[in-house]
């Protein structure tokens, strides 16, 4: 019988793990957070913000919340087809009465909009930072997958909020989404659509048309290529929309890499 030698099982697991390395995007830069991984169970923690001239009215809560629930039904369908399974909880902060800033700065797209909408959130409702909250959080629903979903009462485009390895843990580790009533021009936002597109970003997807990080080329590839991809586009209805193949990988349900997936890498991720 051939003998094996240390060396030689040394080589080979080395080799395996080089091979496994490039099956998957690698995550570390943001699989860090609240959100770790879109599966198993995802907590929802939802608030209401508002400015003191514009209160919420309970049927608009109702409706946007309803709006929740219909994105989280699709993100587990979309990852039922990939052998991922998700339960998502759901948690009301301030018993879901309007939490009041004097201010809520829209988002305009730029990539310069505030990010620490989460942090201050959780210090109006009585928490140090974020990675207290984080604790105290984790300890009652035991759960490593947290995202604050923020309902702002004003007009912006919706976007993410990360957090990466060397940033204040204290100030951004508790991870989280704004998603505004209306856009800047006040037409309505297609809500579970826009939720599903801005959580797919805090667990890693990259934006499939163009924006300040990425570019019209790769846009009209994706339109070829993921035509229907939720990161490419959103719709009212949510059901027309769909994770592909690259979408998939990136936030580690499809372990299949492909040599056009790197191509697409926006320049706000290299």
Not at 27 to 43: E, F, M, P, T
Not at 206 to 221: H, M, N, P, S, V
Request: hydrophobic share 40%; glycine share 6%; aromatic share 12%.
């Amino acid at each position: 019988m051939k003998r094996v030698t240390v060396l030689q099982v040394v080589s080979l697991l080395i080799l395996s793990t080089l091979i496994s390395s490039l099956q998957a995007q690698n995550r570390d830069r943001w699989k860090a957070g609240s959100a770790y991984d879109l599966s198993g169970n995802v907590l929802f923690l939802t608030c209401y913000i508002s400015p003191p001239d514009n209160i919420w009215k309970k049927v608009e809560k109702d409706e946007m919340f309803n709006k929740l629930l219909e994105a989280e039904l699709w993100l587990s369908t979309q990852a039922s087809q990939f052998g991922v399974e998700i339960d998502f909880d759901n948690e009301l902060l301030n018993n879901g009465e309007d939490i009041i800033f004097d201010t809520i700065e829209p988002g305009l797209g730029t990539g310069k909009e505030r990010v620490d909408w989460v942090s201050r959130i959780l210090k109006k409702l009585g928490y140090r930072n974020a990675k207290q909250a984080y604790r105290k959080i984790n300890r009652k629903y035991n759960t490593d997958n947290i995202v604050v979903i923020i309902m702002a009462n004003g007009v912006g485009r919706p976007y993410s909020m990360r957090y990466a390895k060397g940033l204040n843990k204290k100030k951004y580790f508790m991870e989280g989404a704004i998603v505004y009533n209306r856009y800047p021009n006040m037409a309505p936002i297609p809500v579970p659509a826009v939720v599903a597109h801005e959580l797919l970003h805090i667990y890693g997807a990259w934006d499939l048309y163009a924006t300040y990080a990425q570019t019209k080329e790769r846009q009209q590839k994706a339109h070829e290529l993921y035509p229907n991809d939720i990161m490419l586009r959103v719709d009212h209805n949510i059901n027309s929309l769909s994770i592909g193949s690259l979408t998939a990988w990136l936030i580690g349900w499809n372990k299949n890499q492909e040599d056009i997936f790197e191509w697409f890498r926006p320049s706000d991720f290299r």
